[in-house]
């Protein structure tokens, strides 16, 4: 944060080694903070300067004052045909706008508010730039861009150390839009969100924080767990924090940072990385965006990596899950499916492999014999787009007295990485330096799973499958009492001994798995003559040198005695003459059925028989391949391809299966084009939203409106504004990428939205220390209705003037009387007032006039001066002379000075 680098310097360094590189601002080079210590630049213009767009593409600004680069803004990429859109924003940043020119004037810190005052804009729900971001993603979803990706500072799900600082309703509308990725800064650490959408059946009707601002934990807000390495695009959002370039990594899932509350909420990620990570580093982290796929990978000074896509277009991708866990034979099982992606709702229907199907979102079977079944779930969305998943589900194990179900094992995995030798380390089955498997090989009720060395929960049953057994089988080891483990006590004054060997897998010579049947199991009657699964005395029958193939199942454990310590399956519960799987099948659907050039077409494969898991590859028909049990594919023109589906199982040897289908893929749909406005009964002077809709056609689309008052726009999104009422007819012209247009042609009615004033009369006369009235009229225009403020004023001093109702109340086509007072004083001066009445309604102002008259009289006498001589009359004529207006009648008195 040096100011002596920061901007200029660390552009320089950047761009040497990267281009194409967009700037958005920090609350260090804003000047956020209230720390010295932070050494904030307070000027991001050393960033827009010196790190300028090179992209080649035009920006569209916010509603920001001023260049919008650097601040708040978005742009399409490419600028022709583009197939993303990046919008820039700066929720909760201060100085934003260059207010502030040191710390700490402007930071929440130190309890500055996040005002224009001091350069910060909130994001509030329904403010200007909330509303500029949400019309933005609505915008690139109707204009055909398929990403939309949201850059921001500040963040709001942390699993190192922040609260939810951009503001939990701007990250609720992000999610709820399902921007397709979220990028972040601000925790210096790395953190990959699982992909998260607002679902209130799984109740997620919102994304909620505490008293604190921490964000909180809902697992019904998770719709993909992020663990494939891949999400569905449409499914969700993913956030992606990468703050990870200063060399002051915080700690991730830190249950001692901040009362634990951003490790609560570390379930919200699948990969993290901070300062208590081992492997941990600095850098940065590359997306590249194409038009069918997001891949992400980052690249950081430690060992530490990340990667993980968003592909798969928008057709449904279904997982099953089932209850219990590990089902013996007979019991029932209930099925639960669920998906994402594609148009919700779904319909499910399963096939559970052994012959049974059903349909429906939960569903329960039973299966008749323990073995391994393919469970396959189709899902159908609203939109009539198909996806398919598969998963193996193990049933019972052959002895009735196991409880376990087995996992299917190479002998070679027991026997660990040594193999054909043997050791314990290596071994996924090892517990501990000195041991493995089970703890006890004489138990008569051994776990079904293990903890291995490394922490990670394992199976401890096994089936091995395609083995032989040796002659050197053999019977030692006599008892006639139970192991202690199995409570001690007689057999019942019998001996019994275990019966052990040696197994090889079919085709090799070396690298054995010591089995042995246990005396207590025999003793129980769990393994001996009286079982049909587990007799020890008849698989002498099938002794051979490689030509006679068992599968055998047991529990593995570690046998410490030296000198030749070993794995074993000890107890061994259950074997059998190797069942050869069927021939391996098999078959795919396509969808859509009939496709059209340019579409996505998702592809789903289905196999069967043969030894999962299974490999999926794929030729196209026109040159390209794919990878995968579902993958996805769009061609280019039309015309019908053959699609061949090739699999190949696990077995030994190996199985392969083809299947090949021909698609027809039809030219595009003719374009087609429409648009809604808003407000729908706009109002002259009221700004208009105008959203354009299209369909058919190659995408990406331009877009170019008039709106039959002479103005135009382009793009999919626009606004205007009609200055007078009237009847306009607004046309839109859509365009595609191959040159084909549309038109479409819609009536605007713009009606009058106001009020007038009007007085009567508009001239009063009133005499000094008298008062009148004038009537004033207030009359609704068109569709208005509302309050009107009315005020008053006068031009000079000498009346009192008001209104004798402030405000009125007008329905539409309405008129209301109020009444003008006028009083003048005693001493008001002779003259011509104005009155002005003022009507105020929002943005709406009209005033009229009102003229008042103060009038008087002067008196003249001609002559002025009678000279009368002693005993003599003499007359004067009085002249009465009126002033602006007066009327009425005069007293006159005389008076003589001095007396005679």
Partial sequence: YDPSVTGNTW??????????????????????????????????????????????????????????????????????????????????????????????????????????????????????????????????????????????????????????????????????KKADLIIQAHDNAYERSKQIALNSAAGCASIKTDSNGYTLYNSGCVVDDGTRGYYTPGAGSVVVVQGAWANDLYSVNNTSSNGGANAAEAPYFVKLMGGNTPGNGLGFTKYTVSSSRIDVQTNFSGTYSDSFSLWGGSTPVPSASWSPLSPQVGQTVTFTGSASGGVPPYSFTWDFGD????????????????????????????????????????????????????????????????????????????????????????????????????????????????????SDYRYEDCSANYDPVNGGGSYGGSTFCDSTGNVFSIGTSSGHLHIEFDQDW???????????????????????????????????????????????????????????????????VSSPSSPEAGQQVTFTASASGGTAPYAFSWSFGDGSTGIGSSTTHSYSSPGTFTVILTVRDSGSPQQTANSQQPISVTGPQPLSASFNFSPSSPTAGQTVTFTASVSGGTSPYTFLWGFGDGGSATGGLTTHVYSSAGSYTVTLTASDSAGHTAVVSNSVTVSTFDFKLAANPYLLTVQRGQNTQSQIAVTSLGTFAGTVSLATSVSSQGLTVSMQNPTVSLSAGQTVNDNLKVAASKTAPTGIYIVTVTGTSGPLVHSLNVTVRVPDFNMTANPATLDIPAGSTGTSQILFQSINGFQGGISTTVSVSPAG
């Fill in 522 to 588: 025999m003793a129980k009657g769990y393994c001996g003559p009286a079982s049909t699964v587990c007799n020890n005395s008849t698989i002498v029958q099938d002794i051979s040198d490689g030509a006679i193939s068992l599968d055998i199942q047991g529990f593995v454990y570690w046998d410490p005695e030296a000198p030749n310590a070993h794995w074993e399956t000890h107890p061994i519960t259950g074997w059998r003459l190797h069942q050869s799987n069927p021939s391996l099948t098999a078959s795919f």
């Fill in 355 to 470: 012959g049974a199907q059903a349909t429906g979102t939960t569903v329960s079977h039973a299966y008749g014999s323990a073995n391994y079944y393919n469970v396959t779930l189709t899902a159908v969305d609203s939109a009539n787009n198909l996806g398919s998943s598969r998963a193996v589900i193990a049933v019972g194990s052959w002895n009735p007295n196991v409880p376990c179900v087995p996992s299917l094992t190479a002998l070679s995995s027991i026997l660990g990485s040594a193999y054909p030798s043997e050791s314990l380390a290596g071994s996924q089955w090892q517990t501990s330096s000195t041991a493995g498997g089970i703890p006890n090989k004489r138990a008569l009720s051994p776990p079904c799973t293990l903890t291995n060395i490394n922490g990670r929960s394992i199976p401890s049953y096994v089936e091995v499958d395609n083995v032989y057994l040796t």
């Fill in 11 to 176: 552009c320089g360094q950047f761009k040497s080694s990267f281009n194409g590189i967009q700037i958005l601002p920090g609350d260090h080079d804003t000047g956020g903070h209230n720390s010295a210590t932070f050494g904030e630049t307070h000027s991001y213009e050393r960033y827009v300067n010196a790190c300028p767009l090179t992209l080649g593409v035009p920006l569209v600004c916010g509603p920001v004052s001023g260049a919008c680069y650097g601040k708040e803004y978005y742009f399409d990429y490419p600028a022709t045909n583009p197939f993303a859109r990046f919008i820039f924003a700066s929720p909760k940043i201060y100085n934003m706008t260059g207010v502030c020119t040191s710390s700490p004037n402007c930071s929440s810190q130190t309890g500055q508010p996040c005002t224009d005052q001091y350069g910060c804009w909130p994001y509030g729900s329904g403010d200007v730039h909330y509303n500029w971001v949400s019309n933005s993603i609505d915008n690139a979803r109707a204009t055909g861009i398929k990403w939309v990706i949201v850059a921001t500072h500040k963040l709001c799900i942390s699993a190192s150390d922040a609260t939810c600082s951009m503001g939990i309703g701007f990250f609720n509308m992000l999610v709820q």
